[in-house]
């Protein structure tokens, strides 16, 4: 079975910086699937940020995030990575990593079948 744990959330000030950890088990991380990063604010929609096809790497990254955020995984330790800079208040919000097997990787969050429990991030100005 698919199980995704992320971990690195935390509480910072505007300008700041995290790095999000997304430990994947239950599938040979390295072969041909979609992983991705979201983030869900109270009140607001689930918004897609940073996704990586783990077969050749290509990224995406949204507009909100994209100079600042960076998507990375080590198939060596079935991690996906999501780097933090510059972080803004607006950033605040639950953040959580998914796993869609079957690719074309989109930023459709119904796309995606696996899911973690989340972690936090709170930015202060």
Same mark, same amino acid.
């Given at each position: 079975?698919?199980?995704?744990?992320? /971990?690195?959330?935390?509480?910072?000030? =505007?300008? !700041?910086? #995290?790095?999000?950890?997304?430990?994947?088990? !239950?599938?040979?991380? /390295?072969?041909?699937?979609?992983? !991705? %990063?979201?983030?869900?604010?109270?009140?607001?929609?689930?918004?897609?940020?940073?996704?990586?096809?783990?077969?050749?790497?290509?990224? +995406?990254? =949204?507009?909100?995030?994209? !100079?600042?955020?960076?998507?990375?995984?080590? &198939?060596? &330790? &079935?991690?996906?990575? #999501?780097?933090?800079?510059? #972080?803004?208040?607006?950033?605040?919000?639950?953040?959580?990593?998914?796993?869609? #097997? +079957?690719?074309?990787?989109?930023? %459709? /969050?119904?796309?995606?079948?696996? %899911?973690?429990?989340?972690?936090?991030?709170?930015?202060? /100005?």
């Amino acid at each position: 079975q698919v199980q995704l744990v992320e /971990s690195g959330g935390g509480s910072v000030q =505007a300008g !700041g910086s #995290l790095r999000l950890s997304c430990a994947a088990s !239950g599938y040979t991380y /390295s072969s041909r699937y979609c992983m !991705g %990063w979201f983030r869900q604010a109270p009140g607001k929609e689930r918004e897609g940020l940073a996704i990586i096809y783990t077969g050749g790497g290509s990224t +995406y990254y =949204a507009d909100s995030v994209k !100079g600042r955020f960076t998507i990375s995984q080590d &198939n060596a &330790n &079935n991690t996906l990575y #999501l780097e933090m800079n510059s #972080l803004k208040p607006e950033d605040t919000a639950m953040y959580y990593c998914a796993a869609d #097997l +079957y690719p074309p990787c989109d930023t %459709w /969050s119904g796309s995606y079948t696996y %899911w973690g429990q989340g972690t936090q991030v709170t930015v202060s /100005s």
